[in-house]
């Protein structure tokens, strides 16, 4: 053979070798190229829903304490709303004190609501009927119907919720023959029980005030207790 071909073999077998080194540090090269990584996404996390959050209607039954009086403290535009401390906690511990000694009787009817909560604080707002046959003694005359609507405000404690409540309150009543309604205030405490995650039971307590009962020249106050069971969605 030539001595061209020997230089053209020689050529191509370093071409070769220059080519495959190439290829080589491109491999070498990408083994140390970092890998491109993803960040994980934050997950948002919000606060647990109580229980007790959400709507629910239900019905009640209980008793009534009537305590009248004759209007005799000024307050004949019924603004016992806004009383003081002192005469509110006055007429509340008169109500208890004379329980029963102007009249009682069967209260019962229905409520609805929506609850809310924060945490474990729990909020929203009721309203209720109650069908009443309350008598004053003497045959005074009855009330007949109390309507509330009400804010709450409690405790999540798991199965149970403890609260209390304030808001208006509307009755209708017969006092010495004649027809009467007024709008006055409500107060009170309660406590509820789930026995499943859709049912609920409990009892409340409530003082309702009307000062004088649409210019009747009576003071009407009434103490219910009632209990209670929900239906929650």
């Known amino acids: 053979m030539s001595r061209t071909y020997f230089d053209i073999a020689a050529l191509a077998a370093t071409t070769s070798a220059i080519a495959l080194a190439g290829t080589g540090a491109v491999f070498a090269g990408s083994l140390t190229e970092p890998d491109a990584t993803v960040a994980p996404v934050p997950v948002v996390t919000s606060a647990p829903q109580s ?133 006055g205030w409500v107060g009170g405490v309660g406590a509820e029980y789930l026995l499943t995650d859709n049912v609920s039971v409990g009892g409340e307590i409530l003082y309702n005030d009307f000062g004088e009962f649409d210019n009747s020249d009576t003071d009407v106050s009434l103490t219910t207790v009632s209990a209670r069971v929900s239906y929650r969605f």
Do not use: C, P
Not at 61 to 75: E, F, K, L, S, V
Not at 80 to 88: L, M, P, R
Not at 94 to 115: Q, R
Not at 133 to 161: C, E, H, P, V, W
């Open 51 to 183: 229980r007790w959050a959400g709507g629910y209607v239900g019905a009640q039954i209980g008793y009534g304490y009537a305590d009248t009086d004759t209007a005799n403290d000024g307050d004949i535009d019924n603004d016992g709303i806004i009383d003081t401390i002192d005469s509110t906690i006055d007429a509340t511990v008169k109500t208890f004190n004379s329980i029963g000694e102007d009249g009682d009787g069967v209260t019962g009817g229905v409520h609805a609501g929506y609850l809310m909560n924060s945490g474990r604080f729990v909020y929203g707002g009721e309203a209720d009927y109650d069908f009443s046959d309350i008598q004053f003694d003497n045959n005074a005359g009855s009330i007949d119907g109390i309507g509330r609507l009400k804010l709450k405000g409690g405790y999540d404690l798991g199965n149970t919720l403890v609260y209390a409540t304030a808001g208006a309150a509307y009755s209708e009543a017969d006092i010495n023959g004649s027809d009467f309604s007024d709008w």
